[in-house]
């Protein structure tokens, strides 16, 4: 079932909690190199997707597939290891670490601590905060929580990345920098992003492909011309009497 | 240094020894307390087992304390390993009361099971006048004092090696968010399991330690809930938790206030002495949840100002 060609591939994923299914039957393909956007309106099911993809979650039933290889049998930190990562909703950095530790701390796995020091500043300098590398995490604001949160998720080599609301409480030009951002480290890492986002502009202009899912089922799927105009979608956002 | 400059060596020195006794198992403590934050109360156990594996290889194989304390160290560790497995997944009071729970019931097996422990009665060390460093045995009290002073000083490296490498950084990940520190890559299982395993044999090396500088023990007081595994976390806490000195500062100042409450308050009346230092603490934790030494930090800095 599993086409070596895609990235990630999900196969009748199911997840019930107690007589709630909040993941339904989900079929989704991510080919390398995609922004894809993950729509859907508040409890649609979206975050849980994402955990049941990085297995913080199991699934009740259904197969998740990364690079050709079942996924079933591996924790989320193997998960990492082969370069699926996520980012989490209410950004999750260490506290009493500084940016700099929380950096590193992502590429421990994958070099000694020196290096990772190194490397945590490169990944702080594509983000653009190498300058505030000292400061402790707790003190950030959130834009600079979220790209720091960024940075750490680079460190750990990924191919590929799952976004969890990283442009909420964006302001224009903030967004603006993490769009650019998003699409050059497509560009310059050949790395493919799952993108969940409530913000429309921001996600139109990110992703060739988008993803709708409510109550856990996919309803529509698409370029964001096609989406925009699907009735379905328009439902699900506005109600069923408009 | 200090015992040669001290008039009234005796007593001085069982105290001193006493406190870094005391700092050496709030520094093991700290591996998990202070590190991966899981406030142990049963780190008595692995100080219990410590003590009745070198005893026992003692009396019934001969083997020299010495030998006994890498030995005491391996079935602590071991132990450790077996109850973080189940424990590892509960938090907060959950995890307290497991690992209180798991103490207790090592002291009720060790009081059943005379046969092996002695039962109430207790292990005496066989006395060897002879013995000498062969067998950790010493007329004066000043060797223990220095061994218990590298005791304290081998756990504080260990404590500070493990913070600054990569070990630590993922303790201190998983302490502040486990979720967020599985999906970098970190395997959360097996970095609690190695600092439980570090903690509880350093916990057992210090129950040789005891057995050999005190002689005597029965399961009451070597796996007690009150003495051992609450004061510990107890003299952590107060210190300052996760900190490389608040261990040595904690036991600095709470073994010398129990004395001082026990010797000039206990004729007032029953528990006055007990009333007074749980008062203290209440205090302490009022002014600064982050122990003693967070305090003087801030103190030094508004003095400096």
């Known amino acids: 079932m599993a086409n070596t060609q895609e990235i990630l591939s999900t196969k009748s994923l199911t997840r019930r909690f107690g007589g709630l299914t909040v993941v339904s039957e989900l079929d989704i393909s991510i080919q390398p190199g995609e922004i894809v956007g993950l729509i859907g309106p508040n409890g649609a099911g979206k975050t849980t997707l994402f955990n049941l993809l990085v297995g913080l979650i199991k699934p009740s039933s259904g197969e ?179 | 240094m200090v015992p040669f400059f001290i008039s009234n060596q005796g007593y001085t020195i069982r105290v001193l020894t006493l406190l870094f006794l005391f700092a050496s198992m709030a520094q093991s403590w700290n591996i998990v307390g202070g590190l991966a934050n899981q406030i142990s109360l049963g780190h008595a156990a692995f100080f219990g087992l410590g003590a009745y594996t070198s005893t026992l290889l003692l009396i019934h194989a001969s083997l020299s304390p010495w030998l006994g304390f890498v030995a005491g160290m391996l079935v602590a560790g071991f132990t450790g390993a077996l109850l973080s497995i189940p424990t590892m997944r509960l938090r907060g009071h959950y995890f307290a009361l497991a690992t209180l729970a798991f103490a207790e019931v090592l002291r009720s097996i060790a009081n059943t099971w005379s046969s092996l422990t002695g039962g109430p009665v207790g292990l005496s060390v066989p006395f060897a006048p002879q013995g000498g460093l062969a067998l950790m045995q010493f007329q004066l009290g000043v060797p223990f004092y220095f061994i218990m002073l590298g005791m304290f000083l081998v756990c504080t490296f260990i404590y500070k090696q493990i913070s600054e490498r990569k070990i630590g950084y993922e303790l201190r990940a998983l302490k502040a968010n486990p979720a967020s520190a599985q999906s970098i890559g970190i395997n959360v299982t097996k970095t609690k399991i190695i600092a439980s395993v570090i903690s509880a044999a350093l916990m057992g090396g210090c129950g040789v330690l005891f057995v050999q500088f005190n002689f005597f023990f029965d399961p009451d007081s070597i796996f007690s809930l009150v003495s051992i595994s609450i004061r510990v976390a107890l003299i952590c806490i107060i210190g300052g938790v996760g900190t490389v000195w608040g261990p040595l500062i904690g036991a600095c100042f709470l073994l010398p206030i129990e004395e001082l409450f026990n010797s000039t308050l206990s004729a007032k009346g029953a528990g006055v002495s007990q009333l007074a230092y749980g008062l203290i603490l209440i205090a302490i934790i009022l002014i600064e949840p982050r122990g003693l030494q967070a305090l003087f930090i801030r103190l030094t800095k508004r003095l400096g100002n």
Not at chain 1, 112 to 137: C, M, T, W
Not at chain 1, 203 to 224: D, H, S, T, W, Y
């Open chain 1, 64 to 242: 998740v597939y990364f690079e050709g290889k079942n996924l079933r049998n591996f924790a989320t930190h193997e998960r990492c290891k082969m370069g699926l990562v996520k980012t989490f909703q209410n950004v999750a950095l260490f506290s009493d670490m500084s940016v700099i530790e929380n950096v590193l701390t992502g590429a421990l796995q994958k070099m000694p601590l020196h290096q990772a020091r190194d490397f945590a500043y490169e990944n702080l300098e594509k983000v653009g905060l190498s300058h505030i590398a000292l400061k402790n995490a707790a003190d950030l604001t959130f834009p600079e929580k979220a790209l720091v949160e960024l940075a750490r998720t680079l460190c750990t080599c990924p191919k590929l990345i799952l976004l969890d609301e990283v442009m909420a409480a964006l302001n224009d030009s903030e967004m603006d920098h993490i769009l650019g951002l998003i699409q050059k480290l497509r560009s310059t890492e050949g790395l493919t992003f799952i993108v969940i986002e409530h913000h429309m502009r921001a996600i139109m202009n990110l992703c060739e492909r988008i993803v709708v899912i409510n109550f856990g089922k996919k309803i529509a799927e698409g370029a964001p011309a096609f989406i925009s105009q699907h009735p379905e979608v328009i439902a699900a956002y506005l109600g069923h009497d408009s």
